[in-house]
């Protein structure tokens, strides 16, 4: 009961069928004065046609009272039997010198009726006769003769006729309204329906929607009205989850991969060396070699553990001024000793002027040793590698360029793809598991910075980091006078 109250369709019908109550009472309210209005100007203009006459008998006949009354007489009575008149002649005393007998003789009535004496003009009062309530309009104009008052005279006219159109109108109106509001709800209730099915069946469908059934869609109608591209929006929103929910499913397939072939030989070592009795010396061999291996595996775990979280910086950390030259300077040394074994030409080029970002420190040293990582596997021996620290603009530019084999160009799109080597034999020799340049990529979105890179096969590569600078420290350091 209560979700039959809580229901759209309900409220747009009864909202549908204020809107319409209000608007037909206003319309009908200003048609029956308008009404009102025309039939007394109607009235009006009659009275003052009879008044013209009347006074011009008046004031030829003013010297013979019974002519004036026996004509009197004869108009309010016989002559008019729908419209029933009323003549009156007055002194200057306002007393009745002769008068028609069409208006009840009420105290009351002669009361209001001396009030209107002195505006001389169209008044109307409600005689209170004993049977009828009738509704007299009357015209009360003076009568001069050479400059000379002579008497009042007042023309009226019973509105019971007139009366009645209009309670007849009023009638009309109180009968068609609520058919009207009836018909209004039904239709009104009906229309909502019709509009809002679209919507119950988006309901049903999106409720069948789940991790495992993503296949659904909305059906599209083709209106091309809100309705429609609410759809597509929900239809665009499951299309993008189920991409995100493929991605996730891939990326924990991968590791699970990723760690069975490390364990698998792990266990086949250790199995081997366990089969027949061996010398303390083999033992240590397969130890010393199973821990190498253990040490890979738990860097892959750390970097697993990096990339599920992808959170971004706290508060604290964007605060945090990091000095980025002792920090590339510090990993390029930890690397020199291995750019050396492998016969590279290491060299590096780190701005004098002291260059800040905001962040955290290991983080912005995870981007930097994966990119001089990388330069040094992916070299040839005695080619150069080069690391650069620049300011650019409002970056921090971080450049590491290697001779080494470049990417190829196929491949260049995926290479931030996790798991993603572009020569996986070669790569896994060399020991990588494919997810550098996926953390790497990760930690310069959440600065909000910009990484790019250009590569020819056989020529080198170079990746450009550009890491936003520390807000509150100034772009330009004032130059130290020398
Ligand atoms: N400096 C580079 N020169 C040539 N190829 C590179 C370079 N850096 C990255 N790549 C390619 O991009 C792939 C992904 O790099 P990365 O995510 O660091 O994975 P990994 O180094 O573990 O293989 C590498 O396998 C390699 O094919
Ligand atoms: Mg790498």
């Not at 006949?61 to 008149?85: F, G, P, T, V």
């Not at 130890?287 to 040490?295: K, Q, Y």
Request: glycine share 4%.
């Amino acid at each position: 009961m209560r979700s039959k109250f809580n229901s759209f369709g309900l409220r747009i019908t009864l909202w549908y069928v204020l809107l319409f109550l209000v608007s037909s009472v206003i319309i009908s309210l200003c048609l029956y004065h308008q009404l009102k209005f025309q039939l007394y100007e109607e009235v009006d203009l009659f009275l003052a046609d009879e008044m013209n006459e009347f006074k011009q008998f008046v004031s030829e006949h003013h010297q013979s009272l019974s002519l004036i009354e026996s004509q009197m007489q004869k108009e309010s009575l016989s002559m008019r039997k729908d419209y029933q008149m009323y003549y009156g002649v007055f002194d200057s005393q306002r007393n009745a010198v002769v008068e028609s007998s069409a208006l009840p003789q009420d105290p009351e009535v002669r009361d209001v009726k001396s009030s209107v004496f002195p505006a001389l003009e169209v008044k109307e009062y409600k005689t209170r006769g004993e049977t009828n309530n009738d509704v007299v309009r009357i015209l009360t104009k003076k009568v001069y003769s050479q400059n000379e008052f002579i008497r009042y005279l007042q023309v009226g006219m019973n509105m019971s006729r007139i009366e009645k159109t209009l309670m007849n109108f009023r009638k009309n109106i109180m009968i068609t309204i609520p058919i009207f509001l009836l018909l209004s709800l039904v239709g009104g209730f009906i229309l909502a329906r019709r509009n809002l099915l679209p919507v119950s069946q988006m309901i049903k469908t999106a409720s069948r929607i789940s991790g495992s059934n993503l296949e659904e869609r909305l059906p599209v109608r083709g209106t091309g009205d809100e309705l429609d591209k609410l759809a597509q929006t929900f239809n665009n929103m499951i299309h993008r989850i189920k991409e995100a929910y493929q991605k996730l499913a891939q990326f924990s397939s991968d590791a699970a991969h990723e760690l069975r072939t490390p364990i698998t030989s792990l266990m086949g070592d250790i199995e081997e060396v366990l089969s027949h009795p061996a010398s303390p010396e083999k033992y240590r061999v397969v130890l010393m070699s199973s821990l190498e291996e253990l040490a890979r595996l738990k860097q892959l775990v750390n970097s697993l553990l990096f990339l599920s979280r992808e959170s971004k910086p706290n508060d604290k950390e964007r605060n945090t001024a990091v000095e980025l030259n002792s920090l590339v300077r510090d990993i390029v040394e930890l690397f020199e000793p291995v750019a050396k074994e492998a016969d590279n030409n290491f060299r590096h080029d780190i701005s004098q002027e002291p260059i800040y970002m905001q962040g955290e420190k290991c983080r912005v040293e995870q981007i930097v040793s994966n990119l001089i990582d990388n330069a040094i596997r992916y070299s040839s021996p005695g080619g150069a590698i080069r690391v650069q620290l620049r300011k650019n603009g409002p970056f921090a530019e971080i450049i590491v360029a290697d001779e080494g084999i470049g990417i190829p160009e196929q491949d260049q799109s995926r290479i931030f793809d996790r798991f993603y080597r572009s020569d996986p034999s070669r790569s896994r020799n060399t020991g990588g598991f494919g997810l550098g340049l996926s953390i790497v990529k990760s930690i310069v979105d959440s600065y909000n910075g910009r990484i790019s890179f250009h590569s020819i096969v056989d020529q080198g590569t170079t990746f450009i980091v550009g890491l936003p600078l520390h807000a509150a420290l100034p772009l330009v350091v004032p130059s130290q006078p020398s």
